[in-house]
T-cell receptor, first 112, second 113 residues
Framework: ETGVTQSPTHLIKTRGQQVTLRCSSQSGHNTVSWYQQALGQGPQFIFQYYREEENGRGNFPPRFSGLQFPNYSSELNVNALELDDSALYLCASNRKNTGELFFGEGSRLTVL | ELKVEQNPLFLSMQEGKNYTIYCNYS?????LYWYRQDPGKSLESLFVLLSNGAVKQEGRLMASLDTKARLSTLHITAAVHDLSATYFC?????????????FGKGTKLSVKP
């Protein structure tokens, strides 16, 4: 049990739409990171939040945005969806003082 | 730019055999991680290696780290079918925020009877 939960598990959207993915982690996990994993590839870092502020960003356009809330939950928002956004989106959380990164079960997004 | 390369990308093994997966990375990094992923599932943390010469073992899997060679290995001993999965190594993106990992492409392991 990683202590990181994500919702929804699966969703289907059409090109141009917007999507919000959610993640919650336990007390003691002080950062949250989001990753995109395309089929057959390794996960790619999107961004990270620490104390409700963005604290690092990968090579993703501004239409990928996020929020972190005081209750250890987080959102990933993607606007103007493109076909290539179809992927597994993973939320990960650091356990304080160990640096170990735990992943949630992921949200699988299909863009038609 | 930090790059992480794994080899082989595909590995078909017979049960009972030994094999090693290699992970090379291009620049200095503080930590190296190994994860397992089953089809359609998320990433399961296997090992975190923190220093040169670190060796960790869990069951039939053993991971080691040589920071001077920028190389980590994941050794599989006497493989069993349950080890079939994709294995990823990842390193901290040095200079980036904690939790910013660069992953290899993964090694898809298939263990056959």
């Amino acid at each position: 049990e990683t202590g990181v939960t994500q919702s929804p598990t699966h969703l289907i959207k059409t090109r141009g739409q917007q999507v919000t993915l959610r993640c919650s982690s336990q007390s003691g996990h002080n950062t949250v990171s989001w990753y995109q994993q395309a089929l057959g590839q390794g996960p790619q870092f999107i961004f990270q939040y620490y104390r409700e502020e963005e604290n690092g960003r990968g090579n993703f356009p501004p239409r990928f945005s996020g929020l972190q809330f005081p209750n250890y939950s987080s959102e990933l928002n993607v606007n103007a969806l493109e076909l290539d956004d179809s992927a597994l989106y993973l939320c990960a959380s650091n356990r304080k003082n160990t640096g170990e990164l735990f992943f949630g079960e992921g949200s699988r997004l299909t863009v038609l | 730019e930090l790059k992480v390369e794994q080899n082989p990308l595909f590995l078909s093994m017979q049960e009972g055999k030994n094999y090693t997966i290699y992970c090379n990375y291009s620049t200095t990094s503080d930590r190296l991680y190994w994860y397992r992923q089953d089809p359609g599932k998320s990433l399961e943390s296997l090992f975190v290696l923190l220093s040169n010469g670190a060796v960790k073992q869990e069951g039939r899997l053993m991971a080691s780290l040589d920071t001077k060679a920028r190389l980590s290995t994941l050794h599989i001993t006497a493989a069993v079918h349950d080890l079939s999965a994709t294995y990823f190594c990842a390193v901290d993106n040095y200079g980036g925020s904690q939790g910013n990992l660069i992953f290899g492409k993964g090694t898809k392991l298939s263990v056959k009877p």
